[in-house]
């Protein structure tokens, strides 16, 4: 998945502090109506580095599936991510010596039988032919590692550990797809299986890195030094600086959408914004701006392929 703090269980890194909700359900008592108010909608839980995205991304989206709970299926590029995160999570928590590509390739063969089974695989419907693709396109991803860096020469503190803290005064939750010891000190590590993003959106995308830091820094005591992006398509890797001004940000800017959803929730009202992505949003039907919108740009000629809202707008 886009992000990997979603993506599979994860060990905790500390005990956490009433822990016991999940990242995909950050809404505490969630109600299955379309409107209400405050208290039939409830209070959200917590925040995730992707449904805090999410929220800034489109408000009646994140309504939709975090308040409501209506099926989000994840896209075939996210489930690609969730099983290269899976092997080189296997592959990270060998002996060092043995992080080779034919150890990547072994361990990817040996939980495919089982992540085929899943439905977020199974819910891709992929025919032969789509699926040689999707191994091939995990495959890209896992490669892609030993062009950033090279896996035996890295001191692994820890994999894909939930972090679950509050920052700001705002519950955060996530997972760490790797936490590295270095000679400078603690290093956060963040797998993207997507193409690295222009220079535009490089800040947004670094907020989840640094949040991690900040979540680690909290639970653990230690400041992790620097948080890292590494794009295993593409392949590149997109770092920062881990200081208490950068975190501290970081944590300002979760603090405000914190304060957006409970305004939102407090007058029940989650406005649309739409965009392109509503051609790919699965709420499309039950939204009349965003119809409009994708209607509207169609009309102007525009057809992102394969973009599931072309075939309801049509
Ligand atoms: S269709 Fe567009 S505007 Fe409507 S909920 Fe989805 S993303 Fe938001």
């Known amino acids: 998945m886009a992000d990997?703090?979603?993506?599979?269980?994860?060990?905790?890194?500390?005990?956490?502090?009433?822990g016991g909700?999940?990242?995909?359900s950050p809404v505490a008592a969630a109600s299955p109506v379309a409107a209400g108010s405050a208290?039939?909608?409830?209070?959200?839980?917590?925040?995730?580095?992707?449904?805090?995205?999410?929220?800034?991304?489109?408000?009646?989206r994140w309504r939709?599936?975090?308040?409501?709970?209506?099926?989000?299926?994840?896209?075939?590029?996210?489930v690609v991510g969730t099983f290269a995160h899976l092997v080189l999570e296997h592959l990270l928590n060998e002996p060092a010596k043995g992080r080779t590509v034919d150890r990547a390739r072994a361990l990817a063969a040996s939980a495919w039988p089982e992540f085929t089974e899943t439905t977020e695989f199974g819910g891709l419907g992929l025919e032969a032919d789509g699926v040689k693709a999707f191994k091939w396109r995990v495959w890209r991803a896992v490669e892609g590692l030993w062009q950033l860096e090279d896996p035996a020469a890295v001191e692994?503190?820890?994999?894909?550990?939930?972090?679950?803290?509050?920052?700001?005064?705002?519950?955060?939750?996530?997972?760490?797809?790797?936490?590295d010891v270095t000679t400078e000190g603690l290093v956060v590590t963040d797998y993207k299986s997507g193409q690295p993003p222009s220079a535009a959106y490089v800040a947004p995308r670094l907020q989840q890195v640094l949040l991690y830091a900040a979540a680690v820094r909290a639970m653990t005591g230690q400041r992790p030094v620097r948080a890292r992006l590494l794009y295993l398509i593409?392949?590149?890797?997109?770092e920062v600086e881990a200081t208490d001004e950068a975190t501290e940000a970081a944590v300002g800017r979760l603090v405000v959408t914190w304060g957006e959803v409970e305004?939102?929730?407090a007058g029940a009202q989650f406005e649309a914004r739409p965009g392109v992505l509503c051609a790919w949003c699965p709420?499309?039907?039950?939204c009349p701006e965003g119809r409009r919108d994708l209607e509207a740009r169609v009309a102007d000629g525009w057809r992102p392929v394969g973009a599931p809202g072309l075939r309801i707008v049509a």
Do not use: N, W
Not at 4 to 18: L, M, N, V
Not at 156 to 176: I, N
Not at 283 to 286: C, G
């Open 234 to 238: 593409g392949p590149r890797t997109i």
């Open 21 to 24: 909700s999940t990242p995909d």
């Open 263 to 265: 305004r939102r929730l």
């Open 283 to 286: 709420f499309l039907d039950r």
């Open 39 to 60: 208290d039939e909608l409830g209070a959200p839980a917590h925040l995730s580095p992707s449904s805090a995205s999410a929220f800034e991304q489109c408000p009646r």
């Open 156 to 179: 692994v503190h820890g994999t894909e550990q939930r972090v679950t803290v509050e920052l700001g005064g705002v519950p955060f939750v996530g997972v760490v797809d790797r936490v």
């Open 64 to 78: 939709f599936r975090y308040v409501d709970r209506l099926e989000d299926p994840p896209g075939l590029p996210a």
């Open 4 to 18: 990997g703090d979603e993506a599979h269980a994860p060990a905790d890194i500390a005990t956490p502090p009433g």
